[in-house]
């Protein structure tokens, strides 16, 4: 049963959390705990973490820590794993204001062609993270600038907006040595920009992977949220396939749509991961197929394990009940919310399909330390 005594998690006005028994979750008997607890026992983030988080609740790092034990003790099975979610943690059904359920999406790990030099054939340059750029930390203040910005440029006077995508694209980051490698399009540079990470299959056949590695600081705009508008598509049918092709196929409309989206995102390469490792998450961990979820980092910290339910596309035209233990690994600067929950599918092009077509209510109730 559920310890009513329990601490609930703090929440932002209007969003409720109702505490709820673990046996009461459909699913919850059947689901491989002993895979969360696996990752749980690797830690809830690194130090420093890839992009800060909200700070965990004390309590809950500790608990990574006696995850690690339980499994050097030993070797768990399934229901010692469920006991250790049930026992350590308290079960809250997170309501947002206004709304029963939350909402998911899904993203992935993008594949595409890319080179370590400028060609005409790979025109489009990826950037590392400026030496001048400043990422907005909790608590700070910036008097002066717009409160929606995360990011800012040092310079001798103080801080100032970063240059936007427009004025990135047209050339207020050159000289600077920061083009990392050389894309086909600004479409594949929009899509990993959105996705946050991705792999580059270069001329020789080796790949490398991309790691987030900082944004611009200005807000982020949906492109297929535009595009519906501007197109009269019924928002259930704008799916990121959808979006892609549009883009594609109109070079001239694709520059002025994706110039919409002010944002700007940084990579930087790091060949050593493996190819089987999935990418590198917000919380500096590599995140797991199905199991790691990318969530507010404002109202949520990383490694919070997480139960979510919900009826999502298979990506063979049929659905499919998700029912299942996650951690919060990720976060996204469209990811705004309690409830708001951003779902990994993996790597490759069968995942973005997948990933592109979820849009969906979903059941979200996070596991808090007792």
């Known amino acids: 049963m559920t310890d009513a005594s329990a601490s609930s998690p703090p929440l932002p006005p209007g969003a409720r959390a109702e505490p709820v028994a673990p046996a009461a979750l459909a699913g919850w008997s059947g689901d491989d705990q002993l895979a969360v607890l696996a990752l749980f ?45 049930e026992d350590n943690f308290g079960f809250w059904r997170i309501r947002p204001a206004g709304a029963e359920r939350g909402f998911m999406t899904g993203y992935f790990e993008p594949e595409f062609e890319g080179s370590p030099t400028r060609s005409e054939a790979f025109p489009t340059p990826l950037y590392g993270r400026p030496a001048d750029l400043v990422t907005k930390m909790p608590g700070d203040d910036w008097p002066g600038l717009d409160p929606s910005l995360s990011a800012a440029r040092r310079t001798a006077e103080g801080l100032e907006p970063f240059p936007d995508r427009m004025a990135i694209e047209e050339g207020a980051l050159a000289g600077q040595g920061l083009e990392i490698l050389w894309l086909r399009d600004p479409v594949d540079r929009f899509v990993l920009q959105v996705q946050g990470s991705g792999r580059i299959r270069l001329p020789d056949g080796k790949v490398t992977r991309l790691v987030y590695s900082g944004r611009n600081g200005h807000p982020y705009t949906s492109l297929g949220r535009e595009l519906s508008r501007r197109e009269n598509i019924p928002p259930e049918q704008m799916t990121m396939d959808r979006l892609i092709a549009r883009l594609k196929a109109d070079a001239g409309f694709a520059r002025g749509l994706i110039r919409l989206n002010r944002s700007f995102v940084f990579f930087a390469r790091k060949d050593d991961l493996p190819a089987e490792s999935g990418p590198i998450g917000g919380a500096g ?51 705004v919310g309690p409830a708001r929950v951003d779902l990994f599918i993996g790597s490759g092009a069968e995942a973005g399909h997948r990933a592109g077509l979820i849009r969906h209510a979903v059941d979200f109730v996070v596991l808090w330390p007792r």
């Not at 130090?47 to 820590?65: I, K, M, T």
């Not at 919070?304 to 919060?328: N, Y």
């Open 285 to 335: 961990l590599p995140l797991t197929p199905l199991r790691s979820i990318a969530v507010d980092r404002s109202h949520w910290p990383y490694g919070m394990p997480a139960w979510i339910e919900a009826e999502i596309p298979d990506g063979k035209g049929g659905s499919e009940r998700l029912a299942r233990l996650m951690l919060a690994q990720d976060t996204g600067s469209a990811i």
């Open 41 to 85: 026992a690797e830690g809830c983030e690194t130090d420093p973490p890839l992009r800060q988080g909200l700070a965990p609740p004390s309590g809950l790092p500790g608990l990574c820590a006696k995850a690690a034990a339980l499994l050097a003790a030993g070797a768990p099975d399934r229901s010692a794993a469920r006991r250790f979610f």
